[in-house]
């Protein structure tokens, strides 16, 4: 009996497993290995707050600091939602990854274009992105640690050899933009760590492009940082050693590395059903498995594996409701609708 309750005492005092999981905390589990993240917008540090001051220990702008919304109008930038955020990460004392500068995506028509709607050119255009970085960079200088400078350049399509997706960016200044975006960044905050960020990133076809590409900006000298790993995965793929050769082939090019929007999809990506209205218990049971086997992965590689960012802080806040099926429910992350720790949770937090 006295033996069994110094014993519990002990666990408890290191965080151990007879205390209930949901009480443990999540980024202080992981404090030797990664910071724990998770994508947010002014809503979720309302609804999600208790869960996010607790598990995580960096923030993500789930949309409010892409071009679209923190700079919508030629010469007006909004910059409310993304002081919240780095508000908030102060007051708490998160971490906050920037997201994102140079995009094909969320990206308005003017920024292309002259006032009469003309496509503007090569150097026009390096102009704007060269203020747009140095304005949003700046600003934020003190509050964020890294950038996703580029996102998602690269054509992952397999029918074609084209190494760049066809972008307005592309078009107008040509394949340059991507080491002009990182030079711009680097000299509005020589401190912050500049990554290129893309998904489908293990998929050996596309990560061989990746490699490439970020390996051809380190030859060349531009200030490149690390790759993020988007992690939109489901309970099916990849297999732990794609996400293995991934790590270490991107390692290898002595860059950090960050998983930045991490889910498991319940659904495997061409699987469009919409009859559930629960996940079932098998799905659940996958999926715990499944984040083990990554967080267990994620950890052997620590020393390269910088961060960890899930794309959301629990079942009730995903994209995945909308995508690939409009209005489809998902179940991704690792607490549950009401905000409770799924068995998913409780996998990644006991080793
Ligand atoms: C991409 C972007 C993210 C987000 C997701 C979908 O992965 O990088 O900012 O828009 O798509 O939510």
């Known amino acids: 009996m006295g033996s069994l309750w110094i014993k519990r005492r002990l666990n408890l005092l290191i965080g151990g497993r007879t205390m209930a999981n949901g009480n443990q905390c999540l980024y202080r589990k992981y404090q030797p290995y990664f910071p724990i993240g998770t994508c947010v917008d002014p809503k979720a540090l309302q609804t999600h707050k208790d869960l996010i001051i607790q598990h995580y220990n960096s923030l993500t702008a789930e949309n409010h600091m892409k071009f679209a919304l923190i700079h919508p109008r030629h010469e007006y930038y909004d910059f409310s939602a993304a002081d919240q955020i780095a508000a908030f990460a102060n007051d708490y004392d998160k971490l906050v990854r920037g997201h994102t500068l140079v995009w094909h995506n969320q990206t308005p028509d003017w920024v292309f274009q ?26 934020y200088r003190k509050h964020i640690y890294c950038w996703d400078v580029v996102n998602e350049a690269v054509e992952d399509k397999e029918d074609t050899n084209a190494v760049l997706r066809d ?17 711009y960044a680097h000299a509005a905050d020589a401190n912050a760590l500049l990554f290129y960020n893309d998904y489908n990133a293990c ?18 000298g531009v200030p490149i940082h ?26 290898s090019l002595e860059v ?8 498991l999809s319940v659904f495997k990506f061409d699987d469009v059903r919409t009859d559930l209205k629960e996940p079932t218990n098998e799905m659940m049971e996958l999926q715990a498995k499944r984040y083990e086997g990554i967080f267990k992965l994620f950890r052997e590689y620590s020393d390269v594996l910088t961060s960890v960012t899930f794309w959301g802080a629990a079942d009730d806040q995903t994209w995945l409701h909308d995508f690939p099926v409009k209005g489809r429910t998902n179940w991704p992350l690792l607490f549950d609708m009401n905000h409770h720790p799924k068995q998913a949770f409780n996998r990644v937090i006991d080793f």
């Open 114 to 139: 002259d006032l009469t709607g003309q496509p503007i050119d090569k150097a026009a255009l390096l102009k704007r992105m060269e203020e747009h970085i140095h304005t949003v960079v700046s600003r």
């Open 167 to 183: 972008s307005h960016w592309l078009r107008i200044i040509g394949p340059e933009f991507i080491e002009k975006a990182f030079e």
């Open 256 to 263: 950090e590395l960050h998983i930045t929007e991490l889910d």
């Open 226 to 251: 690390g790759i993020g790993l988007q992690g939109h995965w489901n309970i099916y793929w990849p297999s732990i050693d794609e996400i293995r050769a991934a790590i270490e082939k991107y390692a």
């Open 203 to 220: 998929t050996p076809h596309k990560r061989d492009k990746i490699y490439n590409l970020v390996k051809n900006l380190k030859d060349k």
